[in-house]
């Protein structure tokens, strides 16, 4: 595997905790990743030496004490690219009081420090220098058989940290393991205590694994190990066989890695139009802490979700807006999606696609030709007609009966004041 600066950074952050006396390898996922033959995001180092000594080390302008209560100081690389890396003083956690984090820590060995961590493939050391892996959980054997695998009693690690039994499902997903089967009905049993984890958090976890190509296998993880209903509860009276089996194979063809749609064509089947549900919907992305912005293009996915089913009848009126909403090429990829999974042609998609191609911009969406000030320079007071008079008009241009404001006037019976 070819360095790069960050990896770089990383081996000098261990070289100089070694030069000082002190043990220092990487840890955790940057360990897993490296074994896998995969590029790490970012790099973790784990050490015998103190937060104090750290950052007596690396000196106090080139590290921040993000987390020195729990051992953990940040350590700035020399360049961006080289990024900064998180050193961490091996520990014990004491007790999980909120089902999160530990109520203290002692520093302990490189050994203890690994029976603390959530799963074997995330629990082995690495040394640099010499290209040793230190395993004292059987990491490697699960990264070879390909199973996630909780360290210790898989019981005991879920009620320590709720939020690892979603780790548990983006972990499976994302390398396409299979889950070990205490570590399955450890999480089943205590499904329903997802519910004390944040909900910021849980939305986090649900963004990556939606987020990922394997989404459909999350989600039927989601489903087994009964997380599913906890997490999205507006789905659990809608999830009938036949109906989560085409959202399955939605998700199996979807092909952008757009969160917004995974989670629009998850909810479309709690969405009608003549009930509550579309209140309901948005209080649970809210209730989720999502962002306005994700929030927005879930509404406007599954409100629009048939707008362009008939698009070459549509009046270009109705038509221009929708082509050139900024969320309308994903509609258009659930367009597709659908008709791939319901076997239906793609005349529509491709009409819309064709449209777009060969339509400028200007004439997609052209300025105005009558503003309300021209109204008003015309005789007329401001009032509710304003928006109606001026949407007549709109909607002409868009039709391209008229090209001028002489016309626009014209069509509401007034005529242009100089």
């Not at 070459?312 to 258009?332: A, D, S, V």
Request: charge should be negative; aromatic fraction near 6%; hydrophobic fraction near 40%.
């Amino acid at each position: 595997m070819s360095a790069d600066p960050q990896r770089q950074f990383a081996i000098e952050v261990v070289n100089r905790l070694v030069e000082e006396g002190y043990e220092a390898y990487w840890a955790g996922g940057c360990v897993r990743d490296y074994l896998l033959g995969r590029q790490p995001k970012d790099y973790d180092v784990a050490t015998n030496a103190l937060p104090q000594d750290i950052r007596r080390i690396f000196g106090k302008r080139k590290t921040l004490a993000v987390g020195e209560s729990f051992g953990v100081i940040v350590v700035l690389g020399p360049s961006k690219e080289a990024g900064m890396i998180e050193v961490a003083t091996f520990r014990s956690d004491g007790n999980y009081l909120d089902g999160r984090r530990p109520e203290s820590v002692e520093f302990c060995s490189a050994q203890e420090d690994a029976l603390r961590r959530d799963y074997t493939i995330n629990g082995m050391f690495f040394d640099p220098r010499n290209n040793q892996v230190l395993d004292y959980v059987g990491g490697q054997e699960d990264l070879k058989a390909g199973r996630i695998r909780a360290i210790g009693n898989p019981t005991e690690r879920m009620t320590e940290d709720k939020l690892r039994m979603l780790r548990a499902v983006r972990f499976t997903a994302r390398f396409g393991f299979d889950l070990d089967k205490q570590t399955a009905q450890a999480i089943r049993s205590m499904a329903t205590e997802i519910e004390v984890v944040s909900r910021e958090r849980i939305s986090q976890e649900l963004r990556l694994i939606l987020a990922h190509p394997n989404r459909m296998f999350g989600v039927q993880l989601l489903e087994s190990l009964q997380l599913l209903f906890p997490i999205l509860p507006i789905l659990e009276n809608h999830w009938i066989p036949e109906v989560t089996e085409v959202i399955h194979q939605m998700l199996l063809a979807q092909q952008s890695d757009s969160f917004e749609l995974s989670m629009a064509i998850l909810l479309s089947i709690a969405f009608k139009k003549d009930d509550n549900s579309e209140k309901a919907t948005l209080e649970m992305c809210r209730d989720l802490k999502l962002s306005n912005s994700e929030i927005d293009r879930i509404h406007w996915l599954i409100t629009h979700r048939d707008a362009l089913d008939e698009a070459h009848q549509l009046p270009l009126h109705r038509l221009k807006p929708l082509l050139i909403n900024p969320h309308c090429e994903l509609l258009l990829e659930w367009m597709q999606i659908a008709a791939e999974v319901h076997k239906k042609t793609f005349v529509e998609i491709e009409f819309c696609r064709d449209y777009l191609d060969r339509t400028s911009v200007e004439i997609l969406d052209p300025p105005p030709l009558v503003t309300g000030q021209d109204l008003i320079l015309a005789g007329l007071k401001p009032g509710p007609d304003f928006a109606n008079l001026l949407k007549k008009i709109r909607n002409a241009q868009l039709d391209e009966l008229i090209a001028t404001c002489e016309e626009g006037m014209k069509l509401i019976g007034l005529s242009v004041k100089e």
